[in-house]
């Protein structure tokens, strides 16, 4: 009979069958007459033993990690006390390396068994070789889950997906952050945020969605700031404030139980963050001036060292103290118009500040940043000016303000900060394939 081509993870359940399988060496460990291998596949991990003949075989005494291989035998069940993946093991009776399949050993810095002291920038040059350790790789299969979850929610709210461009020619989140490349005979910049292009959909598509890439020339090496992310956006027409914050706490808490669905998904987020819990409802939420207070009653300075004071920014130090000290979600809103962007919405109470959210999360801090948008064209003119920005290359923006403006607000969420988050990683740039940040484009 011919066997049955089997992946190696959980669910492919053919216990007593003979199976097929592909897959390259992660572990192999040999006692007199028996071989060990754990068999990867990016599905799962297979313990295979060989005994008899085929553990003496050339290929098989050479047997080096990271090697491809196919195997054929027989799936057996055995107790949870064994070890093995997913309770069982495969008996071979069979095994073939193809031309070119060897793997040339003896590097350990492939996976996550590299020594303590392996320099951290020779792992990120090595990235296309650690990314088949087991943590990197959990992280990125946990990542595309939580990509495909936010799209389910995102339908289940009826919003639409759009794709704006990222090549654009104006600025969203400040000039100093800004990458400019010639374009033809022009200059253009990398998008900082799909946002101003989520607002023109909104007259004719209903809310709206994006996860694209935003790029920001980020001078600073922090643990949290890419000079390339993935940015979850989103923007929603005829809402008030409060429904933005509502919106927002229900989406992030659906993508999780969405993502918790899948046993192996949840699986790995447990292995990576043993201690995650759901986060409980409602949000923490709490204005930008309680949180001065805050600060200031817990003696946590601002950057020059002196008591946090009204108009100040939060720095990402103070910020991860107070999510640390406070330890759930928690939504900072009503900041100074000063210290944020020119779109937001100003308070109809207190003119001082304006509609605006950061979602802050323990040990990482902001994660989404959000407000209702200026919806009066005058008062947007005078943003411009104010920000020193010409309003010439934004009259597509401008011109929402002319035909048929509205209500509307949304928000931006940095993915990779909400897997670090998630899955516990010390930085960000653990939290996606090829890390992009000031002195590194590659691999
Ligand atoms: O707070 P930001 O700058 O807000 C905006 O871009 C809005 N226009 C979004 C919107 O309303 N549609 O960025 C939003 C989020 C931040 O909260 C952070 O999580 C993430 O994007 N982010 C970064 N992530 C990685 N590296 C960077 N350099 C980031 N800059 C911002
Ligand atoms: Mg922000």
């Not at 890419?226 to 809402?239: M, N, Q, R």
């Not at 699986?267 to 963050?273: A, E, K, T, V």
């Amino acid at each position: 009979i011919d066997p049955i081509k089997v992946k190696l993870g959980n669910g492919s359940d053919v216990k007593g069958t003979r199976v097929r399988v592909f897959g390259r060496v992660h572990r192999e460990r040999r006692q007199k007459e028996v071989m060990f291998i754990t068999l990867r596949d990016g599905y799962g991990f297979m313990q295979v033993i060989f005994t008899g003949p085929l553990a003496k075989t050339y290929d098989a005494l050479t047997l080096t990690r990271e090697t491809s291989m196919e195997i054929l035998g027989e799936l057996r069940e055995v107790p949870p006390g064994a070890h093995a993946p997913n309770n069982r093991e495969l008996h071979a009776d069979y095994f073939k390396i193809y031309p070119g399949w060897k793997a040339a050993g003896g590097d350990e810095a492939i996976t996550n068994r590299v020594s303590k002291d392996t320099e951290h920038a020779t792992l990120l040059d090595l990235r296309h070789l650690t990314l088949r350790g087991e943590t990197l790789s959990k992280v990125m299969i946990v990542r595309d889950a939580i990509e495909f979850a936010f799209n389910f929610v995102y339908k289940e709210l009826r919003m639409r997906k759009v794709s704006p461009p990222a090549l654009v020619q104006t600025q969203v989140e400040g000039g100093a952050t800004l990458f400019k490349l010639p374009y033809y005979n022009e200059e253009a910049y990398l998008t900082q945020s799909s946002q101003l292009y989520l607002e023109t959909c909104l007259p004719s598509m209903g809310d709206v969605y994006c996860i694209e890439k935003s790029f920001r020339a980020e001078k600073s090496l922090t643990r949290r700031h890419l000079a390339e992310y993935s940015h979850v956006e989103a923007e929603l027409d005829f809402i008030t404030f409060d429904d933005l914050l509502d919106h927002l706490e229900l989406v992030m808490c659906r993508v999780l139980e969405v993502t918790m669905a899948d046993p192996t998904v949840k699986q790995y987020i447990m292995d990576l963050n043993p201690e995650f819990k759901m986060p409980d409802r409602p949000f923490r939420r709490m204005k930008y001036s309680e949180a001065i207070e805050w600060l200031v009653e817990h003696n946590i300075p601002n950057e020059d060292g002196e008591p946090h004071k009204f108009g100040d920014d939060i720095s990402e130090a103070a910020e991860r103290k107070m999510t640390d000290i406070i330890n759930r979600p928690i939504f900072l809103t009503h900041f100074p118009v000063e210290i944020k962007a020119f779109y937001m919405q100003k308070d109809k109470e207190d003119p001082r500040v304006t509609e605006s959210v950061d979602c802050l999360m323990p040990g990482v801090g902001e994660i989404v940043g959000g407000s209702m948008r200026m919806d009066d064209y005058d008062e947007l003119m005078a943003a411009f000016r104010r920000e020193d920005i010409d309003p010439t290359a934004y009259y597509w923006y401008t011109d929402q303000r002319k035909y048929g403006s509205s209500p509307h607000g949304g928000y931006g969420l940095g993915f990779e900060r909400f897997l670090a988050w998630l899955c516990k990683q010390h930085t960000i740039r653990d939290c996606c394939l090829y890390p992009r940040y000031f002195g590194r484009c590659k691999p």
